[in-house]
């Protein structure tokens, strides 16, 4: 056992108290307040919190954000639900804690713990029978859930602009909190931003500006940490129906509405698919384009990258996927980073099944199709790198920062799984149980384990279905019952691809019907190596380099790399320099980096890029160039 699990291994088993219920209209009545009676003994080896003592149930958060200064700073009090021990366990990165008090003003003694790649423990003495502390604080310097933008990194141009981003482990970085998915608490937030900018969060929302900058926010339903969420800017608002809405820069807020025109469906085709999402309002915010991930699941408001704004619709199943986490993830979650797949793995499956409803099953083939080929190239690399035990669904994260294992796995095999438990269960009784299942564990957290025993309890057992679960889970690689998606879409880009291949033109070829998901196979099948002369001829025909859709776009300027086409180097320059989900950033860079010309490219586009880059991308960068090594040590 590592040492930073150790600290954790009480003899504790995982016992829940006071979760179920039975009807599904005292569900989304009743079912959270439950959830804060859920005893939480599962190990969690990413947080210092110590919930077997005492778990915080609600949070209270006034602070300051200060846009120039950088700094957010105020006090997070926290209601404490004790049960043994005479003090309390915070996480904490990088924050500076100016005292902890009781709720009366009362000192209280307070030690941190040593600095690791967790952070540093907070832990508070609370007197007998006291349940509530006041912790005083301010952010550090480089505190890496957040991005602070200029004017210039925005859209809109003229206010600088922040965000968070909490998923894994950063919110300890901005709030002092038991930062572990498995405990969840309800919060109140008060929130004081200059008064030309606007304040939203992952929580009830304003449609509008205050005059005072100051913003109250609610989320009365228990959410752990790592879904609390910040944004701050010249931010607008359009609605889409009575609970849907578009939050974004004023140069963005009407091709956003647009795009996202069939959020409400969503949400419906969500709801009669797994029961009431009971969150309330379901809302999107599109962020600057450094956001570092296509999406983020923050409950009510969803932090979304503008590289989805394709002006087609084409590229809104990533909503679909954001929405999919008010059940798997947000209502029942991961109850640590190793059971991530139990998050992501659902997500995903629901994902396609709010998509196949409104876009039918070609689409859902389409971009099932491509999801297994990030997942096969996926298994290649962890295969041969370092953590190869990294296939597996089941995880093993401890000792290591957990967004290092975050991978494809957990979404294209935890897909994979779950595909074939419906193909074996048929659809009608795999729903149900699906629907059971987020109704029985909603706000609650859950373990892999607990999963298993539930499949086979109510799906595997009573229908006699025999599946290798196991072998899916905690073994390695691709297990042979794998249900490959297949595409007869494809199948007709694959006969384009080899006539083009045998001689005809690029203008002579079938493409006119095709989607995103079409061109994107296109591009990933091009053969090996081609020339200049080549490369021209399919730019020529298809505009690739101009294209204002960021997958095509990113295939493309791959191919571009790959077969060192020049003419779209400062398309690729604009593209890195701006866009920083990370996503399109790896396979860029990792094929640069693949010939010495091109690293020097790299190295050169990267002094410029980094600064625009969120912490998280800047880690996997930093780490995939080297950069520390050669440039001194950077702490982000
Ligand atoms: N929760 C994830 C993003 C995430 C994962 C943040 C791990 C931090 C650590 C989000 O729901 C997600 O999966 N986003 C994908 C969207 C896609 C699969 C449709 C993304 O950002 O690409
Ligand atoms: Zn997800």
């Known amino acids: ?37 859920q005893i939480t003994t599962i190990m969690d080896p990413h947080s210092h919190a110590r919930p077997q003592e005492a778990v915080i149930t609600h949070l209270d958060l006034d602070v300051t954000v200060d846009m120039v200064a950088h700094t957010i700073a105020g006090t997070a009090t926290y209601k404490l639900q004790r049960s043994s021990g005479d003090s309390v366990v915070f996480d904490t990165d990088g924050l500076l804690i100016e005292k902890v008090t009781l709720a009366d003003g009362a000192l209280l003694e307070y030690s941190l713990g040593d600095s690791t790649f967790l952070g540093r423990a907070l832990r508070v003495a609370v007197p007998a029978g006291a349940d509530q502390v006041v912790v005083s604080y301010r952010t550090g310097a480089n505190a890496r859930a957040l991005q602070w933008l200029s004017p210039e990194q925005t859209a809109d141009k003229t206010k600088p ?60 339903k228990p959410i752990p940490a790592y879904l609390i969420a910040l944004a701050v800017g010249d931010i607008a608002y359009q609605s889409i129906d009575e609970r849907c809405g578009v939050y974004a820069e004023q140069s963005m807020i009407n091709k956003a509405a647009w795009e996202f025109a069939d959020m409400g469906r969503m949400v419906t085709a969500a709801e009669e698919l797994y029961g009431p999402y009971r969150w309330g309002r379901y809302d999107v915010i599109v962020l600057p384009p450094s956001f570092p991930f296509g999406g983020m699941e923050n409950p009510m408001l969803t932090f979304a990258t503008p590289t989805i704004i394709a002006g087609d619709r084409s590229l809104t199943a990533l909503i679909a996927h954001e929405l999919a986490h008010s059940w798997s993830g947000n209502l029942v979650t991961n109850a640590n980073w190793n059971d991530f797949w139990l998050n992501e793995g659902f997500t995903v499956y629901f994902e396609h099944r709010i998509s196949e409803k409104l876009y039918g099953a070609d689409y859902s083939a389409m971009t099932g199709v491509l999801g297994h080929q990030d997942l096969m190239s996926t298994v290649m690399e962890i295969e041969s790198g370092k953590d190869p035990q990294d296939t597996r ?12 294992g975050m991978t494809d796995i957990a979404y294209e095999k935890g897909y994979g799984l779950l595909r074939l438990l419906e193909s074996k269960a048929g659809r009608e009784k795999f729903d149900t149980f699906l629907r059971g299942y987020f109704d029985k564990f909603a706000f609650q957290s859950m373990t892999t384990e607990r999963f298993v025993t539930y499949l086979n309890e109510q799906l595997l057992t009573p229908n006699k279905l025999q599946v290798d679960v196991d072998r899916w889970i905690y073994q390695t690689g691709i297990p042979d019952d794998d249900i490959v998606p297949v595409s007869d879409n494809f199948a007709k880009v694959e006969v384009e691809i080899a006539h083009w291949e045998k001689g005809t033109p690029a203008n002579q070829l079938a493409t006119k019907a095709w989607s995103t998901f079409e061109w994107m196979h296109f591009l990933r099948h091009l053969p090996g190596k081609l020339n ?17 859709n960021s997958e095509i776009l990113a295939a493309w300027l791959e191919q571009c790399v790959s077969n060192d086409y020049s003419k779209s180097y400062e398309r690729l320059d604009g593209f890195l320099t701006t866009v920083g989900r990370r996503k399109f950033l790896i396979p860029l860079y990792d094929r640069l980096i693949a010939t010495e010309k091109g690293k020097a490219m790299a190295m050169n586009i990267y002094k410029v890029a980094r600064p625009n880059y969120h912490s998280v991308s800047v880690r996997t960068i930093d780490d995939m160039l080297g950069w520390s090594a050669q440039n001194g040590t950077i702490t982000l």
């Open 393 to 404: 669904l089941k995880l093993d994260l401890a000792g290591r920062d957990p967004d290092d």
């Open 161 to 220: 602009f922040l965000f968070t981003q909490g998923q894994a482990i950063l919110t300890r970085t901005w709030i002092p909190v038991q930062d572990s998915p498995g405990i969840r608490f309800t919060f109140n937030a008060k929130v004081k931003v200059p008064n030309d900018l606007m304040a939203l969060m992952s929580a009830e929302n304003p449609q509008a500006r205050s005059s005072d900058g100051v913003y109250s926010f609610k989320m009365d």
């Open 532 to 548: 200049e002369a080549r490369m021209d001829e399919l730019d020529n025909t298809f505009h690739f380099t101009a294209s204002g």
């Open 1 to 37: 056992m590592r040492a930073s699990y150790s600290a954790f291994a009480f003899t504790g088993c995982i016992l829940f108290v006071g979760c179920g219920h039975s009807s599904e209209t005292n569900a989304i009545a009743d079912d959270h307040k439950n959830a804060t009676l």
